[in-house]
């Protein structure tokens, strides 16, 4: 087993030197595929190495955890390229995938790190034996069994607890790690109030499940409720009680869906208030119960590092996709109802059809764009691009976009319609709405495209819609005229 590590730590190592290798002479686009593949490869080579040369007892679901992280950073390449290009569903999507597959990977990683430390533990118990039976050739065991009696004091529980953490230590666990350590915080309690007499027989089935919506609330409840009761047999009294606790929860987990995308780090620290009273509720009880700690006080452990590892990168990426273009909206002038709005050649005009659209910089959805236009509620965009006309005719730039569009969408449908109601004497419209054809739920997306071609330009008008019938998009894009001196010319 060993063997096969060292030989696919090297492997991984040595196709990450060749990723890196290629970066110098590849596209942007490559370039960062390159850069993903690389650090995954690099990564996982030298968590096997390691694993193989320190003999680490993990098991299958410790090398199953990294493939899945190894696999989480392939995919930051794929979710950052829906992004640039503001296909904004596959990037949701996307980012759930990723996101999916770092927990998931954390999940197994913690698992296999488990059974290696039990693994150490018997090791370490049959050794401790051997050196007793060693040095002592008698059966008589009192100095052990005294020992025994003072561990197990009335108000001790006797098995050791996880010591108490402080509260800024546990603030930057759920912060830096975009509150991923919820989970482990939540075992952590889960376990020691076992241990202090508050039955719950699956720790880790419920940390786990921390993470749905409905049933993560039960768990934290449960948990309020069992610190209340042991408190009050500890005679001690907490100021808050597990029903404020879960409205806490409840209200942080609200303020995280209303709140701008771009608060996202004030949105983890609103999210972390719970936890971090539950936490300190939690270390006043394993203060009253015991000094014997499962490990040192006020250290870093391997799997709080790993969260972190994880974490840091994840949280980075979520607060950049969110924070560009959602900065740009809450801090641009709101629009008015039918107010006509166009690019820096007044040559054309777009009629607002809902004040919830915002005009964002050029280039911040998209390359060579003349004007962009977002409405965040709707997730629904607007661009305009403006082309010089190389004799070129109408004709040519619908067909171009229609191949542009097959290059992205396998399967789709075209309805174009054309029109003289450009605002320029006898130059034709066409209008263009691209519908694709998706048998999973929620995964078809629309397109509405308007393009005209004067002598002198080709302007673009295109638009993604909402699956809604009354896309505003799609009256955003269907409002576009040539301006009056366009048509004198």
Request: net charge positive; charged share 15%; hydrophobic share 45%.
């Given at each position: 087993m060993r063997t096969t590590q060292i030989i696919t730590g090297w492997l991984f190592i040595t196709i990450a030197l060749l990723c890196y290798g290629t970066l110098f002479n590849s596209p942007n686009n490559d370039w960062f595929f390159g850069l993903c593949a690389g650090t995954s490869f690099l990564f996982g080579g030298t968590v096997f190495t390691t694993v193989a040369i320190k003999n680490y007892k993990g098991g299958f679901r410790f090398p199953a955890g990294i493939l899945m992280l190894m696999v989480a950073i392939v995919l930051i390449w794929s979710t950052y390229n829906s992004y640039q290009k503001a296909q904004m569903e596959f990037f949701k999507i996307g980012l759930s995938i990723t996101s999916t597959c770092v927990i998931l990977g954390l999940i197994l990683v913690w698992f296999g790190h488990?059974?290696?430390?039990k693994i150490q533990a018997l090791l370490a118990i049959r050794t401790a034996e051997a050196h007793l039976a060693a040095a002592n050739k008698?059966?008589?065991?009192?100095?052990?069994s005294e020992g025994g009696s003072a561990d197990n004091l009335p108000g001790q529980s006797s098995s050791p607890l996880y010591p108490p953490m402080t509260l800024w230590r546990t603030y930057l666990l759920l912060i830096f790690s975009g509150a991923l350590y919820s989970i482990f915080l939540a075992y952590r309690t889960l376990k020691d109030l076992h241990t202090m007499g508050e039955k719950h027989p699956?720790?880790?089935?419920?940390?786990?499940?921390?993470?749905?919506?409905?049933?993560?609330?039960l768990v934290f409840i449960n948990m309020a409720n069992s610190i209340a009761k042991l408190a009050k047999s500890n005679n001690i009294n907490f100021k808050i009680t597990p029903i404020l606790l879960s409205g806490l929860l409840v209200l942080a987990g609200l303020a995280s869906v209303f709140m701008p995308t771009f608060l996202y780090p004030l949105t983890l620290s609103i999210t972390a208030i719970p936890w971090l009273l539950l936490h300190n509720q939690i270390n006043c009880l394993r203060l009253t119960q015991s000094a014997d700690w499962r490990q040192p006080v006020n250290s870093i452990t391997w799997m709080q590092r790993s969260v972190l590892i994880a974490g840091i990168p994840l949280t980075a990426l979520i607060f950049f996709f969110s924070?560009?273009?959602a900065f740009h909206y809450y801090a641009a002038d709101r629009l008015a109802l039918g107010q006509p709005v166009s690019g820096q050649p007044q040559i054309y005009q777009l009629k607002i059809p809902d004040t919830d659209w915002r005009i964002m910089p050029p280039g911040t959805l998209d390359k060579d764009t003349d004007l962009e236009l977002v409405n965040n509620p709707t997730n629904e965009w607007v661009v305009v691009r403006i082309r010089a006309?190389?004799?070129?005719?109408?004709?040519n730039f619908v067909d171009q976009r229609r191949e542009i569009v097959a290059s992205s969408w396998k399967d789709f449908k075209v309805v174009e319609t054309r029109t003289l109601d450009s605002g320029a004497y006898l130059?034709?419209?066409?209008?263009?709405?691209?519908k694709e054809n998706k048998n999973i739920v929620n995964l078809s997306q629309s397109l509405f495209i308007a393009t005209v071609v004067t002598p002198a330009q080709v302007i673009e008008v295109i638009g993604q819609g909402s699956k809604n019938a009354e896309s505003t998009a799609l009256q955003l894009v269907k409002s576009f005229q040539l301006n009056t001196k366009e048509g004198k010319q």
């Amino acid at each position: 087993m060993r063997t096969t590590q060292i030989i696919t730590g090297w492997l991984f190592i040595t196709i990450a030197l060749l990723c890196y290798g290629t970066l110098f002479n590849s596209p942007n686009n490559d370039w960062f595929f390159g850069l993903c593949a690389g650090t995954s490869f690099l990564f996982g080579g030298t968590v096997f190495t390691t694993v193989a040369i320190k003999n680490y007892k993990g098991g299958f679901r410790f090398p199953a955890g990294i493939l899945m992280l190894m696999v989480a950073i392939v995919l930051i390449w794929s979710t950052y390229n829906s992004y640039q290009k503001a296909q904004m569903e596959f990037f949701k999507i996307g980012l759930s995938i990723t996101s999916t597959c770092v927990i998931l990977g954390l999940i197994l990683v913690w698992f296999g790190h488990k059974r290696h430390k039990k693994i150490q533990a018997l090791l370490a118990i049959r050794t401790a034996e051997a050196h007793l039976a060693a040095a002592n050739k008698t059966v008589n065991a009192a100095p052990i069994s005294e020992g025994g009696s003072a561990d197990n004091l009335p108000g001790q529980s006797s098995s050791p607890l996880y010591p108490p953490m402080t509260l800024w230590r546990t603030y930057l666990l759920l912060i830096f790690s975009g509150a991923l350590y919820s989970i482990f915080l939540a075992y952590r309690t889960l376990k020691d109030l076992h241990t202090m007499g508050e039955k719950h027989p699956h720790p880790k089935r419920d940390a786990i499940g921390i993470i749905i919506p409905f049933y993560g609330l039960l768990v934290f409840i449960n948990m309020a409720n069992s610190i209340a009761k042991l408190a009050k047999s500890n005679n001690i009294n907490f100021k808050i009680t597990p029903i404020l606790l879960s409205g806490l929860l409840v209200l942080a987990g609200l303020a995280s869906v209303f709140m701008p995308t771009f608060l996202y780090p004030l949105t983890l620290s609103i999210t972390a208030i719970p936890w971090l009273l539950l936490h300190n509720q939690i270390n006043c009880l394993r203060l009253t119960q015991s000094a014997d700690w499962r490990q040192p006080v006020n250290s870093i452990t391997w799997m709080q590092r790993s969260v972190l590892i994880a974490g840091i990168p994840l949280t980075a990426l979520i607060f950049f996709f969110s924070t560009k273009t959602a900065f740009h909206y809450y801090a641009a002038d709101r629009l008015a109802l039918g107010q006509p709005v166009s690019g820096q050649p007044q040559i054309y005009q777009l009629k607002i059809p809902d004040t919830d659209w915002r005009i964002m910089p050029p280039g911040t959805l998209d390359k060579d764009t003349d004007l962009e236009l977002v409405n965040n509620p709707t997730n629904e965009w607007v661009v305009v691009r403006i082309r010089a006309n190389q004799r070129q005719t109408l004709d040519n730039f619908v067909d171009q976009r229609r191949e542009i569009v097959a290059s992205s969408w396998k399967d789709f449908k075209v309805v174009e319609t054309r029109t003289l109601d450009s605002g320029a004497y006898l130059t034709p419209l066409s209008f263009a709405h691209y519908k694709e054809n998706k048998n999973i739920v929620n995964l078809s997306q629309s397109l509405f495209i308007a393009t005209v071609v004067t002598p002198a330009q080709v302007i673009e008008v295109i638009g993604q819609g909402s699956k809604n019938a009354e896309s505003t998009a799609l009256q955003l894009v269907k409002s576009f005229q040539l301006n009056t001196k366009e048509g004198k010319q």
